[in-house]
Structure formats: C-alpha cells, structure tokens
C-alpha cells in the first residue's frame, strides 16, 4: 500500500482510494489508471464520471428476471420471438453475458442473485426464488444453470425439490464444463454447447 504522504494531492489520494476500492484492483493499478485519467480531456474525464453517476441513478433490474436494464422490462424479456416457456436460472447478470455470447440459447432467464451458500450467510430467502416459483407456473422447462461447485449443485437440489412437477421439465448443463467451473469463466464454444446438450437435472 502506498503512504498517503507519497501523493502530493489530496484530490489524487481520493481517487486512488475510490478505484483501489474495485474488485481486482490494487494500489498501483488505481494510481496508473488515476494518472492516465489526468492525462485525458476534461470532457473525456466527465463523460466516464457522468456514466459511473448513471449506474447508480438510471440502471435498474427487470421486474420478471432481474437482468440489468434501462427500463422496467429488460430486452430479452420483452422479445416476443424468444421462448417465452423456456427460463434459464443463473446465479448472476455476468452469468447471462455469458450465456447471450454463446447465441445458442433463445428463451428466457432468471437471475437468483447468488447460491446458497452458509458461510457466507447467504440463504435462499436472501435470493429471488419466489420470483422463479410463480414464473414457473407459465413455463415448460427451467434450465438450472449454476457453478459446478458444491454450492452451485447444493442450490440446484434446493431449486429442483421445489420446482419439481410432473408438468416441468428440469435440466442442467451438458457436463462440457467441469466440476467447480464457473459460467463466467467458460469459453463461448464449450459453454453454448452445454446449453445445447443440456440434459435433464438428477438429484
């Protein structure tokens, strides 16, 4: 960690403390990317301020999925010629990224918001489950499409035992992807394949 005395401007320390306070990002990186910022345009400088004061004030979360979104309905929910029966269950917004890359999926989605996971005291009423339980009235496959690892497939068992019916079908990614991966990491081939080949979820 740097001194705050190695800044000669306060206005610098804040920004380094701001950028440094990202995920992934240390010290150094935050003082590189604070010093090209005051290489840059004054306009440019508030153009990228102006867009970070906008995710706070002007983003908001769909109302069916909990996708991103500029509005009340995210795109992918409002396109009429995506499956409308058909909701892939991911964990998080980077999950669906991911999965929309791939251009092998054309249904819906469901965004839990997290995975079960007790020690980092994440409960299932802490997700958007009741959410996914009434949407899944209307639909006629849920894809569980969670990390490999033991809270991914612990949070799979917990949605499928309340999700079970005669009526829906339930299905996981094609195992492409390994134990323990994540969906973020996964390359755009091996990931649209598993959509593809999915198969059905057994507990």
């Given at each position: 960690m ?36 005051l ?71 469901h ?21 996914l ?71």
């Open positions: 740097y001194k705050a005395e190695k800044y000669p401007s306060k206005v610098l320390q804040d920004a380094v403390d701001a950028i440094s306070s990202l995920p992934g990002v240390g010290s150094r990186s935050a003082l590189r990317l604070a010093l090209h910022l290489k840059q345009d004054e306009n440019q400088i508030h153009k990228i301020s102006g867009a970070i004061d906008r995710l706070a004030t002007d983003v908001h979360y769909c109302k069916c999925c909990q996708m991103v979104c500029d509005g009340d309905i995210c795109p992918i929910c409002a396109d009429s010629k995506r499956r409308q029966d058909i909701i892939c269950v991911v964990e998080s917004v980077r999950d669906v990224l991911s999965i929309e890359a791939t251009g092998e999926y054309n249904g819906l989605y965004v839990l918001g997290g995975i079960i996971s007790p020690i980092n005291g994440v409960a299932p009423s802490d997700l958007n489950i009741p959410q339980l009434e949407r899944a009235k209307e639909a006629s496959e849920i894809i569980l499409a969670l990390s490999g690892d033991v809270e991914g497939e612990t949070t799979a068992f917990y949605l499928y035992r309340l999700l079970k019916s005669e009526k829906l079908k339930i299905s996981t990614l094609a195992r492409g992807l390994g134990f323990g991966d994540d969906l973020e990491y996964a390359d755009s081939l091996t990931l649209g394949r598993s959509i593809a080949a999915r198969t059905e979820f057994k507990p």
